[in-house]
């Protein structure tokens, strides 16, 4: 599976970026969709999960309110709509896939078996 993440750029405090991840596998719909972040000098962190069906979307904290996930299946891409942006944001973002997914795990890196080469978001302030 083939995971192409697109849409990152720079953007300004509380601008709104939506970032994509193209799936090359027809399978797409069994899998469990993820975000995660990397930002300059820190661990690898979570941001949203989704499942299969589109439903039950999990945020972490630093972002709930803010960031929305969600899937198409129909086109094998995943989205993550970004409002209110904030400098503390600024990061690599890596879109993640797995299939069979315990979801009390699904918070961590280590369930997904798929990786994107990431897309970089600079907020500015």
């Known amino acids: 599976v083939q995971l192409v993440e697109s849409g990152g750029g720079l953007v300004q405090a509380g601008d709104s970026l939506r970032l994509s991840c193209a799936a090359s596998e027809r399978t797409f719909g069994r899998f469990v969709m993820a975000w995660f972040r990397q930002a300059p000098g820190k661990e690898r962190e979570f941001v949203a999960f989704?499942?299969?069906?589109?439903?039950?979307?999990n945020y972490a904290d630093s972002v709930k309110g803010r960031f929305t996930v969600s899937r198409d299946n129909a086109k094998n891409t995943v989205y993550l709509q970004m409002d209110s942006l904030k400098p503390e944001d600024t990061a690599v973002y890596y879109c993640?896939?797995?299939?069979?997914?315990?979801?009390?795990?699904?918070?961590?890196?280590?369930?997904?078996?798929?990786w994107g080469q990431g897309t970089k978001v600079t907020v500015s302030s």
């Open positions: 993640a896939a797995g299939s069979g997914i315990i979801l009390s795990t699904a918070r961590r890196g280590g369930a997904y078996t798929y």
């Open positions: 989704i499942v299969w069906s589109g439903g039950s979307p």
